[in-house]
Every structure is written in C-alpha cells, then in structure tokens.
T-cell receptor
C-alpha cells in the first residue's frame, strides 16, 4: 500500500536560515502529495500540495516539488522565521483514496 | 465562511465511560473523516464517511464507531474508554468526488480527549 517516510526532528534553526525537510513516498499510481502544518495547540492546516509529477506546490515562502524519479516531495524554505516554528507533516492518500496517510511529523524550532 | 467545527474542544473521561465527539464540515462538503493523533505522532485514520455511508475504516477496534447525518455533520463514538484512547481527535472535510482524498482535506481544531 501507499506509505510515506519523513525526516525526523527536531530541526532547530536560526532565523533566516534555509530549511529542508525530507519526505519520500511509496505509492501505486501518482496520487496527490501534501504538506500540512500544525501550530502548537491547533489542528492541521494545509500548507501546500502537488497533484502530478514535476508539479511545484508553494505557499508562504515554502516550496515542494513532486519528484517521480526519486519518489520525493521535500519541503524547502529559503529564509525561516520564528513564526514558522511548528510541526510539519508530509501526507498522501491511501490506495483506495479514502484516507490520508501521514508521516510522523517533523518539529521545527526557529530562534531569533 | 465557517471552517470545520468540532465540539467539544476538550474533555476528560474516566476509563470505561463512553464519549461522543461531533463535527460539522465546511458547507458543501459531503465527505467527513476522523483521525486520532497521539502526542508526538502523525494522525491515524479512523473512518471516512461520504454521503452518509462509510467508505473507509482504519485499524481501530469495534469500540470506535461513527455516523454521518443528512446535513453531513458527523459523530464519532468511543465505548469502554481506555487510557490509551487519550489523544487529539481530528475531523476533516473534503469536496473530493466520492470522498476521494486526492483533493485537499480541511481539518478542524480537534477535540482533546483525556482518559483518566
């Protein structure tokens, strides 16, 4: 079945540093891929998505490219801010399309 | 526009008790899913309902049940609560055809359940 493996944290960065959070997937076909973010004490928010190979999803300075050849969807941001401190989840649908499968999450802490 | 709303936001129950959690999807969304998120882990799928029918079930015991109403709101019920049921329970709604999760899902703020 479909699965996702996500880089484990925590990741600790200084403000304005470059961020990469790795995500690789195993899937039948070419499902949509998602990054969700969870701020402390809150639910999940969709950060960005990509629906087909070579698509680049982007939002709030974050980017991720759907790479079919490496089965990856790494999250990047050129200059992180303290307000980016949160837990980030990579996700994709299960084979039946009835549920999202999430990675274990990567905690990002950004200090000023 | 109202997002996905869940109630209650927090509750504390005793082992062996029963709990009902509620969710209202975004207007126009016919698919509702439930997830359990244990502290420090990613959300785990419990159920998906689309047009009032169960379309998917995760690996959870029969103590967990759910239903969807004609207005597309949903309830998650958990019987005979165990300490291990303590978690954040998240509801998500989506517009995908036939409940497809290849379109984005919108999550509520969750219900924090503590079992003592």
């Amino acid at each position: 079945g479909n699965s996702v493996t996500q880089m484990e944290g925590p990741v600790t960065l200084s403000e304005e540093a470059f961020l990469t959070i790795n995500c690789t997937y195993t899937a039948t076909g070419y499902p949509s891929l998602f990054w969700y973010v969870q701020y402390p004490g809150e639910g999940l928010q969709l950060l960005l998505k990509a629906t087909k190979a070579d698509d680049k999803g982007s939002n709030k300075g974050f980017e991720a490219t759907y790479r079919k050849e490496t089965t990856s969807f790494h999250l990047e941001k050129g200059s992180v801010q303290v307000s980016d401190s949160a837990v980030y989840f990579c996700a994709l649908p299960n084979q039946a399309g009835t549920a999202l499968i999430f990675g274990k999450g990567t905690t990002l802490s950004v200090s000023s | 526009d109202a997002g996905v709303t869940q109630s209650p936001t927090h509750l504390i129950k005793t082992r062996g008790q029963h709990v009902t959690l509620r969710c209202s999807p975004i207007s126009g969304h016919k698919s509702v899913s439930w997830y359990q998120q244990v502290l420090g882990q990613g959300p785990q799928f419990i159920f998906q309902y689309y047009e009032k029918e169960e379309r998917g079930r995760g690996n959870f015991p029969d103590r967990f049940s759910a239903r969807q109403f004609p207005n597309y709101s949903s309830e998650l019920n958990v019987n005979a609560l165990l300490l291990g049921d303590s978690a954040l329970y998240l509801c998500a709604s989506s517009l995908g055809p036939r409940g497809s999760m290849n379109t984005e899902a919108f999550f509520g703020q969750g219900t924090r359940l503590t079992v003592v």
